[in-house]
């Protein structure tokens, strides 16, 4: 079965650092997700990705962070210059339609110094 | 803004009984869908079970299945014949029809399956 992808598993950075953090949709998915879950929180959302743009994002996703869809297949989310907040665990989804299932990859632990 | 509201931060039930997690929404829009997502130790997000707000009747996955009452804003889990790999967090999550797709999760329920 299809599976979305997240690389790395865990990133460990300094603040103030540039992190990027790299997803594979499942192959026919067309919308893009992240969202973040810091320790003991709820998952929230960042944004929404479909055909090259932004369709939605959160208070969360301010000019610190970005996404892109490089190569036609990885999807990432850059944060300029990380800060002790940005520590999390960061989820890609992606689903095929606007009201499809989102499937979610196995997330990105990020730790900031 | 949609909340989504789940009020059990813990429960506990015993392997191949049945257990159901609760959870509440806050919405004015009419079109929406309501998921569970289990959530176990690695912290991948699962999709357990998916309702939509216009079908009246309950959605169902083997084991799993939920009670929707629309006028009440209520959308609970049952898990019948509980497994020991049941055991993990539970979310409940609410997304409307046309706001960019963004999932609302609620804050979490911690199910443990005790042997």
């Known amino acids: 079965e299809p599976e979305v992808t997240q690389t790395p598993s865990h990133q460990v950075t300094q603040m103030g650092q540039e992190v990027i953090l790299r997803c594979v949709p499942i192959?026919?998915?067309?919308?893009f997700y992240w969202y973040r879950q810091i320790l003991g929180q709820k998952v929230e959302f960042l944004v929404s990705f479909y055909n090259n743009e932004i369709s939605e994002k959160s208070e969360i996703f301010d000019d610190q962070f970005s996404v892109e869809r490089p190569d036609g297949s990885n999807f990432t989310l850059k944060i300029r210059s990380t800060k002790l907040e940005d520590s999390a665990m960061y989820f890609c989804?992606?689903?095929?339609?606007?009201?499809?299932?989102?499937?979610f990859g196995p997330g990105t632990r990020l730790t900031v110094l | 803004a949609q909340t989504v509201t789940q009020s059990q931060p813990e429960m506990s039930v015993q392997e191949a009984e049945t257990v159901t997690l609760s959870c509440t929404y806050d919405t004015s829009e009419n079109n929406y869908y309501l998921f569970w997502y289990k959530q176990p130790p690695s912290r991948q997000m699962i999709l357990v079970i998916r309702?939509?707000?216009?079908?009246?009747q309950n959605a169902t996955e083997n084991r799993f299945s939920v009670n929707f009452q629309k006028a009440a804003k209520s959308f609970s889990l049952k898990i019948s014949d509980s497994q020991l790999g049941d055991t993990a967090m539970y979310f409940c999550?609410?997304?409307?029809?046309?706001?960019?797709?963004?999932?609302?999760f609620g804050g979490g329920t911690r199910l443990m399956v005790k042997p």
């Open positions: 309702q939509e707000a216009y079908k009246q």
């Open positions: 989804a992606t689903s095929i339609y606007l009201t499809d299932t989102q499937y």
């Open positions: 999550a609410f997304m409307h029809y046309n706001a960019g797709n963004m999932l609302t």
């Open positions: 192959s026919n998915h067309l919308y």
